[in-house]
């Protein structure tokens, strides 16, 4: 059955209640939300208008509200315990997404509408059994999130994000354009940095060693993959290990590869998409560019600069294959310029040095099955097929960094 959250002494802090699904009646719902609209605005009661993750509600609060609730419960001559727990937590928190964005097993969540809500954890979407009882409820509970992310929608506007103070981005959908629907896409928990990925033999130590050098020097790493949170993961630990003290500048709509002290991320908002943001990174001076997952004409911008006006980074694309990556590239490339594919296609493999490509596999087993030097062709470095074993070709770039000083391991390639 329905729990009510434990009452501390006055003054104190309650815990947040939590959600149990129960079979709702939308319209004695809608009745109690009304008294207690009713009862805030004479200051029986008060009502928050935003909400964080981390947020609690005081026990007074919820006892005015709990009173005035089941008052209203009387007199529809209603007797469902249920009912009086979903409008507490919908009138005092975020309803069913309340204990849900406190739980960071939940990587993900999404609400596609009052009675159906998804949450991702270990990779797995699953339905997560709560229900608002009113798309009007689910629009207040977006509201209240973005509003405790410091985030005024315009009036009238169709969509709206934002980033919570965990990091979680937040986006949504009004019911101007079908919704409401709400977005949580949580940073990664706990993610592996490069021993640890070497550990769960995403990679071998060598393929690390090499990475994490063109990284340093500022090589153009491309990484391909056929998932986005498997090249997420790996971009995060090369910027850990790769990037130290430098000044990077991520382009990334999920706010994944944030929470680093030397990492601005740039995120999508009203008038600016992915290729206005790439442009703006670039007067941010930084030391590194990242574009973590390249989709459109941003790519050109990427690309080009890191063949001249920055010193590196790296650049994510959704592929297979390195042939289908650099292909894809191209594509995205040519939705800014207008030239011959040929010309297109060249452009692309001068502004890139390395190539790594990322499989997940249907098991959930990620690797890195192939390295590539790009120097005009593709010229296989490392190999992850039948185990990681090296080529040995050396990148001409290598070969500069050890004539330069830089301190390079050339026995990775032996």
Request: aromatic share 4%.
């Amino acid at each position: 059955p329905p729990v009510r959250p434990t009452p501390v002494a006055q003054g104190g802090a309650a815990a947040t209640p939590t959600y149990v699904p129960a079979p709702v009646d939308e319209s004695a719902a809608g009745q109690l939300h009304g008294r207690l609209a009713e009862a805030a605005a004479r200051g029986a009661v008060v009502l928050p208008t935003s909400h964080a993750p981390g947020q609690r509600i005081d026990d007074l609060s919820w006892k005015r509200a709990e009173q005035v609730a089941r008052e209203a419960l009387v007199e529809t001559g209603q007797d469902d315990e249920g009912l009086v727990l979903q409008v507490l937590a919908e009138a005092l928190a975020v309803g069913p997404l309340t204990s849900m964005v406190e739980d960071a097993a939940n990587q993900r969540i999404f609400v596609n509408g009052a009675g159906a809500i998804f949450v991702t954890r270990n990779g797995s979407t699953q339905a997560a059994g709560g229900r608002f009882s009113s798309a009007a409820q689910t629009t207040t509970a977006a509201l209240r999130l973005l509003a405790g992310a410091g985030a005024t929608p315009a009036n009238g506007a169709p969509f709206a994000d934002a980033h919570l103070a965990d990091g979680t981005r937040l986006h949504v959908a009004f019911a101007s354009v079908g919704g409401p629907y709400i977005t949580l896409d949580r940073p990664a928990a706990g993610a592996r940095d490069l021993d640890a990925l070497v550990g769960a033999e995403v990679l071998s130590r060598n393929m690390a060693t090499f990475l994490r050098h063109a990284v340093e020097i500022g090589r153009a790493v491309i990484v391909s993959s056929n998932d986005l949170e498997a090249r997420l993961e790996l971009i995060g630990a090369l910027l850990d290990e790769g990037a130290g003290d430098l000044r990077v500048v991520v382009v990334e709509g999920g706010g994944r590869l944030g929470g680093r002290a030397n990492v601005a991320t740039l995120c999508g908002g009203p008038g600016a998409d992915n290729r206005t943001l790439v442009q703006q990174a670039l007067k941010m001076r930084p030391d590194r560019l990242v574009v973590a997952d390249a989709r459109g004409p941003e790519t050109f911008d990427a690309v080009s600069a890191m063949a001249g006006g920055v010193n590196g980074g790296i650049i994510g694309v959704d592929a297979e294959s390195p042939e289908d990556a650099l292909a894809r590239m191209a594509r995205h490339a040519s939705l800014a310029i207008n030239a011959a594919p040929d010309r297109i296609d060249a452009i692309v493999r001068d502004g890139a040095d390395v190539l790594v490509q990322l499989l997940r596999y249907a098991d959930g087993r990620s690797c890195v099955t192939q390295v590539f030097d790009v120097d005009g062709d593709l010229h296989e470095v490392f190999t992850g097929h039948g185990g990681f074993r090296s080529t040995g070709h050396v990148p001409r770039w290598f070969t500069n960094a050890q004539n330069l000083g830089h301190a390079v391991d050339p026995g990775i390639f032996r």
